[in-house]
């Protein structure tokens, strides 16, 4: 078992196999980066594999695949048929723009991965082109819709902005309602790669949408889930995730590797240590020093939480896979 230095259980690895991305979310990465990470500097999947063993063999069970767009990796599907191959049962998802979805779903789903989180931020084809600068709309609903046909879990992400996006709060949660998909609404987090003067709609203001139309009642967090989840009279679920609460880190399980092997122990921060020298060496020991020694500086909480409206993050989210 993975006990950070609060007492926390980590069990959930996040990995971001690119930086790269097909969109470019106004929230997220608005431009190109000045230069990508030169492609011979990503850890190959047999070396991101190896930190999956060890990681897999002191305690984590959860793993999803993340990026920028993680479809960009070719032969993702190889790779998730590694992880399965090695525990089938670590609950394997992958959170993707969905863009690509329609033409790899069935071959993800065959290689062993489980669930897809799917990122859409509007239902009027304008209003996502204007968030992700791309006229993606048509893509996005065909990979949901093949997700859904090959039998994938599928849960929607959405960030409401401000004067974007945020009128749709209600026509998102019925589109997934009525196609028997869970919605999480994300907060926006405040990051100095996002565009200026974004502003996101928090917790309560979605509730409080969403209270307009539909009572609902609260459920809470259920085990380690960033979600605070909401239950409508017909039982429907629907989530909010929102760091900015005061007690969003108490139950964190959870640490995020980059694609060039940074091991990261919160969203927040810019601290991070390298797992690459010891996995390209199939150096074992060294790899969960390095595992234990991240836990170990895993803080507390991040800082959107304090009361400080400018709170923003350097991390870029494209690196760290949100
Ligand atoms: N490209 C994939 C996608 O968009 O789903 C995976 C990577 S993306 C960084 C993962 C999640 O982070 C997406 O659901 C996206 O909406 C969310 N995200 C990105 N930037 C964010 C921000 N500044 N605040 C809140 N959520 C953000
Ligand atoms: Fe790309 Fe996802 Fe970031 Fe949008 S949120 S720019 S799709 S990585």
Redesign the pocket.
Same mark, same amino acid.
């Given at each position: 078992m993975l006990v950070d230095g609060y007492g926390r259980n980590v069990n959930y690895l996040r990995i971001?196999v690119t930086e790269r991305?097909n969109?470019r979310?106004q929230?997220?990465m608005p431009e190109k980066p000045f230069s990508w990470v030169p492609r011979e500097n990503l850890l190959s999947f047999e070396d991101l594999f190896l930190f999956i063993k060890v990681g897999i063999d002191e305690g984590i069970n959860k793993i999803r695949i /993340? +990026?920028?767009?993680?479809l960009l990796r070719a032969d993702l599907d190889t790779f998730i048929k590694m992880i399965s191959d090695y525990r089938s049962d670590i609950d394997l998802a992958l959170? /993707?723009?969905?863009f690509l979805l329609k033409q790899c779903a069935q071959k993800l789903k065959d290689a062993g991965l489980k669930r897809v989180?799917?990122?859409l931020?509007s239902l009027k084809p304008e209003i996502a082109m204007k968030i992700a600068q791309k006229d993606v709309f048509k893509h996005v609903m065909a990979g949901i819709d093949e997700a859904q046909r090959v039998g994938l879990g599928v849960k929607i992400?959405t960030?409401p902005l401000k004067g974007i996006n945020s009128g749709e709060v209600l026509d998102l949660l019925e589109f997934a309602k009525s196609r028997g998909m869970s919605i999480r609404f994300?907060?926006?987090?405040?990051?100095k790669h996002?565009k200026d003067k974004l502003q996101?709609l928090k917790a309560e203001e979605i509730q409080a949408i969403i209270a307009q139309k539909y009572p609902f009642k609260a459920v809470g967090r259920v085990g380690s889930s960033p979600a605070h989840l909401f239950e409508l009279e017909d039982g429907y679920r629907f989530g909010i995730i929102d760091p900015h609460k005061h007690d969003f880190c108490e139950d964190c399980n959870r640490i995020r590797l980059t694609a060039e092997g940074m091991l990261i122990p919160c969203l927040y921060f810019d601290e991070a240590m390298s797992i690459k020298e010891s996995v390209q060496k199939g150096d074992i020991q060294g790899a969960t020093e390095v595992l234990k020694t991240v836990l170990k500086n895993k803080p507390e909480k991040n800082k959107w939480s304090e009361d400080n409206e400018n709170e923003t993050s350097e991390r870029a989210?494209?690196e760290? +896979? +949100?």
């Open positions: 971001s991305c969109f979310c929230y997220c /993340t +990026g920028g767009e993680p959170t /993707t723009n969905g989180n799917i990122s931020d992400n960030v994300i907060e926006y987090m405040e990051n996002a996101g989210f494209y760290t +896979g +949100g």
